[in-house]
Nanobody
Framework: VQLQASGGGLVQPGGSLRLSCVVSGFTLDYTSIAWFRQAPGKEREGVSY??????YFVDSVKGRFTILRDNAKNTVYLHMNGLKPEDTAVYYCATPLVAYTDGYYSLDPQDYRYWGQGTLVTVSS
């Protein structure tokens, strides 16, 4: 099982980025996937969750971030718009390798067994 996150970079406040998480070793289909981030000196926090029919965003990114699954490409995208300096962090995708029941989600890092290597997003002028 592998997850490969990419797409990070330096962007000005108000800008946009698209992160990609390519998975291998399992079929994406209904498998639960989440994005987390960790800013310097802070704990890792959940950002967004994607299940087969359920998505969730933490309040700090609602209305700015969207998540899209392309099962044919085994890829999950995190579209980030209206980026703010406080969005600066290393972003990780992760999976528990199960499909949570529709309507249920988790953004507890302890529930996620497999992690990508992370991609750095820096929002600065």
């Amino acid at each position: 099982v592998q997850l490969q996150a990419s797409g990070g970079g330096l962007v000005q406040p108000g800008g946009s980025l698209r992160l990609s998480c390519v998975v291998s070793g399992f079929t994406l289909d209904y498998t639960s996937i989440a994005w987390f981030r960790q800013a310097p000196g802070k704990e890792r926090e959940g950002v967004s969750y994607s299940g087969s029919a359920t998505t969730y965003f933490v309040d700090s990114v609602k209305g700015r971030f969207t998540i899209l699954r392309d099962n044919a490409k085994n890829t999950v995208y995190l579209h980030m718009n209206g980026l703010k300096p406080e969005d600066t962090a290393v972003y990780y995708c992760a999976t528990p390798l199960v499909a949570y029941t529709d309507g249920y989600y988790s953004l507890d890092p302890q529930d996620y067994r497999y992690w990508g290597q992370g991609t750095l997003v820096t929002v600065s002028s």
